[in-house]
């Protein structure tokens, strides 16, 4: 009996050392996620048990890598048009669906100026340098040169912009008053590292497209961790999921 009780402990160090550890998802996620990301990745692995690996980019970035091949599991949009090109081109397992809409808004660190809906601010003398997402590859980006164009001031304001790779980089611009106001997502305006900090003004909605999020399940996660990236997907059109996304600002299908 004593040899049976003394090999007990090594026999469980033993199949716990050979026991499967969770595989980790790869999920590519665009720049205004990124604060939202922080609360949705536990959620997620406390409910799954599945450990969560976040790149974080500008959505046509993250595109253009998949599809050089890069391997991401499951890819969260910050529009529609690149998740469909991915389905389109074989990259992902069915086309897109919308699980969130985001929120423009202008928003400045500095004293001394008042962003304004109409954007009327952007042309005051005062406002040297206005931070803008590369619209080629940001769709926050492209809703701002959107808006900018809605009001009739981009030929008054376009000697100003200054172009951040993602709206991540973007929000730092105006942050570390390298700008000294810029369009950025509500959700990042709404984080907790930077609520209270500068003033902000959402822009006018009929200024630009509805900003219709998307997500898709890759080729590579269908084929590597099918289970686990479907478990992601159905995550984020959870009840706890869409809690998580109202709370930063974001407008989701209550159904």
């Known amino acids: 009996m004593k040899r049976i009780i003394i090999l007990l402990p090594v026999l469980a160090i033993l199949l716990w050392s050979f026991a499967p550890t969770p595989e980790h998802l790869s999920v590519a996620i665009a720049a205004n996620m990124q604060f939202v990301m922080e609360q949705l990745k536990p959620a997620f692995e406390k409910e799954s048990g599945i450990p969560l690996d976040i790149t974080v980019g500008s959505s046509g970035t993250l595109s253009a890598q998949i599809m050089e091949s890069a391997p991401f599991d499951v890819f969260v949009s910050a529009d529609m048009k690149y998740p469909q090109e991915l389905y389109d081109k074989g990259f992902a397992t069915a086309a897109p669906q919308i699980y969130a809409k985001g929120i423009l808004v202008l928003w400045t660190a500095r004293t001394g ?45 376009k000697a100003k912009l200054v ?3 993602n709206i991540g980089q973007t929000e730092q ?39 219709e999020q998307g997500v898709v399940v890759l080729k590579h996660g269908k084929d590597t961790k099918d ?29």
């Open 163 to 165: 172009y951040g790779e």
């Open 227 to 255: 289970k686990a990236a479907q478990k992601f997907y159905k995550f984020l059109f959870s009840a706890k999921a869409k809690a998580i996304f109202r709370k930063y600002g974001y407008i989701v299908n209550d159904k």
């Open 113 to 157: 100026i008042q962003p304004t809906a109409d954007l009327s601010i952007l042309l005051k003398k005062e406002v040297q340098k206005v931070a803008i997402a590369n619209p080629k590859t940001a769709p926050y980006g492209l809703a701002a040169l959107e808006a900018l164009r809605y009001f009739r001031i981009y030929d008054g304001v």
């Open 173 to 211: 611009f105006v942050a570390t008053q390298a700008a000294d106001i810029g369009f950025i997502a509500k959700s990042l305006v709404l984080s907790d590292e930077m609520k209270g900090k500068g003033t902000y003004v959402e822009v006018d909605n009929q200024a630009y497209r509805p900003i």
